[in-house]
């Protein structure tokens, strides 16, 4: 079993407040206890990811693989990697498998003098290891150590090949600086010192952001390349093994490799940047000038040169196409092709299908040519022939029209089709014609009418970038732009708007007897009655509280869930201070860079599987935002520039996870493409770009991958907040997409960032859960903001409240917390009891909670022949153990036999309780409970009829009885 280290809360309190005022790494990925046999094919797993997703670059004179040749190895990131990125990427190094000890699994022989140099020195600059937490001196680059020519000398004497490795993280809060895509001073004088010294040199590069690589043009020494991206747990025997030569790399690259980050049109727009409108007021905003043209859309549009095209990878054998053919069936377009490994090693091969669309000038913006389908072969060996089909849908390569029909189209013209090994690189074209333009007005699954949703969004006068005016429209610095294009006074204003309801909904309704959720979920019918018995208290807490977890609400049967972040491993429950977690993965990165869905899949049951061994009921992934730019501090955890490879990654995640009954919220929904200023940020975009780059990954989570969880963002969408948006989160999500699950907010910093994530508007909006990290803190005074909004609205936040409580309680009966066999426990409170009889002079019998009786019954039956009546709904038949939560007597210092003092009836039949002793503690403890039993009992399916009934004069009083199917 792997071990876990725990935090304080203060250290966690502290680093949290900490993310308030600056974002800082907060959150690592360490093992925990679980199955191990869960944890192998986890393992297992991400061994194959790590080993399909590393991306062979460059191989000049096969300078790869090593086979017995012995090496060097250079550089600080070769001692200490970077298994994962800060935040909810970050990974202990506790369980991880190092760099040099997988080399020396695969027996790749490497200089160990230079090797217990580099790891002395990487021991020397660590920071203060925190746990779960991170290291407080993790940064997106270590300090590279300075090479001694002596050692330069030994290391030339013991091979004449080096391999350097070049690290970089990325981290939640923080996006990259340019400079940190560029090789530091010290690396420069490293690879130079290495390219002077030795014949050989390969690099390796440990990062998920996309570096500037010129250099490797520049020195004829540097023969080979690699991404390796950041390899999680296990994933450094896959890069052993590929340097080694026992495994091919198959990976292709999902974003391209400029040669300056400044070649991104997106770079001038990324950052931190402020207006002020002509009141005074300011606000940090993002503009995406750049429109659709992210990527390679800009670079094959435009005609800039790049070095590492989209798609691009090497691998140690070749593969030889033939017999391609294109075939279409009305939307219907299907590519298949024969692919033989020609060469002398097995390896995988991927196809790529592109598409150019007619363009029409100042028409509609649409990119040179698009990605609209892909296959991964199996393992080929060599001579092996394999025949393959990639398919698409038209409508895949449709344009949003906001200008005139806002609705998607398809003009009339020529369709060319490119099967291609990487967006360059094409091997064999198809063309196909629409004769006539076609629109679709209405959603192809939900039947919605489409609309635009966003205008506001972009204000007046925003430039896009314009294939048909380039120049006049490329996108320009915002410094340039200190005045507000739009008053300010507005921003993130609460929207209250119910108005299509006119009464108020009923709350804390009784009926004879308490409607519990199992009831509800084995007949949904009963789902409006069971909610008319919530009180606005018990809304507001099912709403606010969810940080981490969400509450259960035990008289009602409504089981609790336990929530943990985040993509690179699922963590049990805790929050911040977890005590288990499953696999650190690769970086999502990794996992897009094998172009294989099917590994995508089996992550994600994996990963359900993981959840179930740790109690994990809700988890907070994948992230389906995209690499708008190189800068992006969360690239490590999103998957590619371009939307079809994100869209298809988050969705075999989500159908894997979502098969074990886990529950997923795809996240950033929408525009989180940035970290700096992620709190408060004011994100402008045509309808057109949103939809067709930075929406339609989540749209394909929604409609195939049926995602039951979407957690919304930190940003504005022009002046309102993304979870409090009813354009995003209503008329989007849930009416056109058709989406039916809950939506959290992000990390809730109400209270403690001023009035941002007002939980009122983002309840009346379509958001249902606040995940409120500090909610110790937030109680004092969230939910009475809450309450007090329902005492002026009524009506509207009243509705507002039971359609968000709707929404959760359904998650929960989809979720693992909640037992849809029928098996479990089924909990009857006190307070259904109907209690018959007459008291003792001075006290009362009461069928209702209150605050100090914790929900049960007072029953105090010292008198005889007293009743009690309680109605228990099995949802089947069967033989169940009873147990008893029951307060100590009310006499002073001694125990009593419970048979002797209750008659117990089960549907007229007498239950024998003799031998359950009830604990005396002393005058008037009877608050202080404990559980007795289990006793069998016989249950029919539906009501039963439960009695007590006073024999003698000490009986106890009664919280809740519980039933569990023993059959």
């Not at 090497?314 to 219907?332: A, H, P, V």
């Not at 749209?699 to 940003?715: F, L, N, R």
Request: hydrophobic share 40%; net charge negative.
């Amino acid at each position: 079993m792997k071990k876990r280290k725990l935090m304080s809360f203060v250290l966690i309190l502290g680093l949290v407040m900490g993310m308030i005022a600056g974002p800082v790494s907060t959150v690592r990925a360490s093992g925990g206890d679980i199955d191990p046999d869960v944890l192998s094919v986890s393992a297992e797993v991400g061994d194959r990811i790590q080993e399909e997703g590393i991306v062979l670059l460059k191989n000049e004179n096969n300078v790869l693989p090593l086979r017995d040749r012995k090496v060097n190895v250079f550089g600080v990131a070769a001692a200490a990697p970077f298994y994962g990125s800060s935040g909810s990427g970050s990974v202990s190094e506790d369980n991880v498998v190092t760099f040099f000890g997988a080399l020396d699994e695969a027996g790749v022989r490497y200089n160990p003098t230079l090797a217990k140099t580099y790891l002395s020195y990487a021991d020397s600059i660590k920071g203060i290891d925190l746990g779960v937490l991170g290291t407080i001196s993790d940064t997106h680059a270590k300090e590279e150590m300075k090479i001694e020519k002596a050692d330069l000398k030994a290391a030339a004497a013991y091979s004449d090949i080096a391999i350097a490795v070049i690290g970089r993280c990325g981290s939640e809060g923080y996006d990259l600086k340019e400079e940190e895509l560029r090789l530091s001073s010290a690396e420069e004088a490293m690879i130079n010192a290495l390219c002077a010294d030795f014949k050989h040199v390969i690099l390796i590069f440990n990062t998920a952001n996309i570096m500037e690589m010129g250099f490797l043009e520049e020195h004829e020494e540097i023969e080979g390349a690699l991404m390796i991206w950041n390899p999680g747990e296990v994933g450094m025997n896959a890069v052993a093994r590929v340097l080694k030569g026992d495994a091919n790399p198959s990976g292709r690259l999902t974003d391209t490799v400029a040669y300056s980050v400044k070649d991104h049109p997106s770079t001038v727009n990324f950052g931190d940047f402020s207006y002020t409108d002509a009141k005074g007021n300011s606000a940090k905003f993002v503009e995406y000038e750049e429109g659709i043209y992210v990527g390679y859309r800009y670079f094959e549009t435009f005609g800039k040169e790049v070095q590492y095209p989209f798609g691009y990878g090497l691998s140690y054998t070749e593969f030889e196409w033939s017999d391609i053919k294109m075939n279409r069936n009305g939307d219907r377009v299907t590519v298949s092709l024969d692919v033989t490994n020609t060469g002398d090693m097995a390896g995988k091969d991927v196809a790529e299908v592109y598409v150019s669309v007619p363009y029409i000038a100042g028409g509609i913006e649409k990119s040179a040519i698009q990605l609209a389908a892909y296959v991964k072969t199996d393992l080929l060996e060599p001579g092996e022939t394999g025949r393959y089909e990639a398919d698409f849908n038209i409508w895949d390569v449709s344009s949003y029209d906001s200008e005139k029909e806002e609705a998607w189209v398809l003009d009339k013209g020529e369709y060319r089709v490119f099967v291609s090994k990487d967006v360059k690189n094409r091997v064999k074209s198809f063309s196909f014609n629409l004769s006539d333009k076609m629109v679709r007005k209405n959603d192809e699954v939900t039947g919605t009418a489409i609309r635009n949703l966003f205008d506001d969004v972009s204000y007046d006068g925003m430039k896009v970038l314009s294939r048909n005016n380039p120049a006049g429209t490329f996108p320009t610095k915002p410094e340039n732009k200190a005045v507000s294009p739009v008053s300010l006074e507005n921003i993130n204003k609460p929207v209250y708007e119910m108005s299509f309801i006119s009464n108020a909904p009923k709350t804390g309704a009784k009926y004879d007897h308490t409607i519990l959720l199992a009831e509800v979920y084995a007949n949904p019918s009963l789902e409006e009655k069971f909610l008319d018995q919530f009180t606005v208290d018990e809304m507001i807490g099912l709403i606010c509280d969810a940080g981490y977890k969400t509450n259960a609400i035990d008289r009602l049967g409504v089981v609790a869930t336990a929530d943990n972040d985040g993509p690179a491993a699922v963590k049990g429950a805790g929050g911040l201070s977890y005590k288990d977690s499953g696999l650190a993965w690769p970086a999502a990165v990794c996992l897009a860079a094998t172009w294989n869905d099917e590994l995508a899949y089996e992550m994600g049951c994996c990963c359900g599987a993981e959840a179930k061994a740790i109690g994990t009921d809700v988890w907070y992934a994948p992230a389906a935002n995209l690499h708008r730019n190189p800068l992006g501090g969360r690239n490590f955890e999103y998957y590619s520039e371009d939307p079809l490879i994100c869209g298809n990654m988050a969705n075999e995640i989500v159908k894997g996870a979502q098969e074990q009954n886990v529950i997923i919220t795809v996240k950033h929904f929408a525009l989180n493409e940035q970290e700096t200023n992620r709190w408060w940020v004011m994100e402008w975009a045509d309808e057109q770009t949103m939809r067709e780059i930075y929406l339609r990954p989540f749209e394909k989570t929604i409609k195939d991958g049926k995602a039951k969880g979407v957690m919304s963002a930190y940003d504005l969408l022009g002046l309102n907040w993304c979870s409090a948006n009813p354009a995003l989160l209503n008329s989007l999500l849930r009416e056109e997409w058709g989406f039916d699950g809950c939506v959290w907010s992000d990390y809730s910093v109400y209270g403690l960032y001023g009035d941002f994530m007002n939980p009122m508007a983002a309840v009346y909006n379509g958001c249902d859960l606040m995940l409120t990290g500090l909610y110790a803190i937030q109680q004092v005074y969230m939910p009475s903001n809450m309450k007090s909004q329902y005492g002026k609205d009524p009506v509207g936040f009243g509705n507002a409240l039971r359609r968000a409580t709707r929404n959760i309680i359904r998650m929960k009966m989809d979720s693992l917390a909640f037992d849809k066999s029928g098996d479990g426990k089924i909990k009857v409170e006190g307070e259904t009891a109907t209690v018959e009889g007459k008291t003792n002079k001075g006290s009362t019998f009461y069928e209702k909670a209150d605050d100090t009786s914790n929900g049960m019954v007072l029953s105090n039956f010292s008198v005889k022949n007293n009743k009690a009546t309680w109605i228990i709904t099995a949802p089947k038949a069967g033989v169940y153990d009873m147990y008893m939560r029951l307060a100590d007597t009310h006499l002073l210092g001694w125990n009593v036999d419970l048979g002797s003092e209750i008659r117990m009836e089960l549907n007229g039949e007498e239950v024998d309780l003799h031998g359950i002793t009830v604990k005396g503690a002393g005058w008037l403890t009877f608050n202080k409970f404990d559980t007795y039993g289990p006793v069998s009992v016989d249950l029919l399916k539906g009501e039963n009829v439960l009695t007590w009934t006073v024999i003698g004069g000490d009986a106890p009083n009664v919280d809740y009885f519980e039933f569990e199917s023993i059959e």
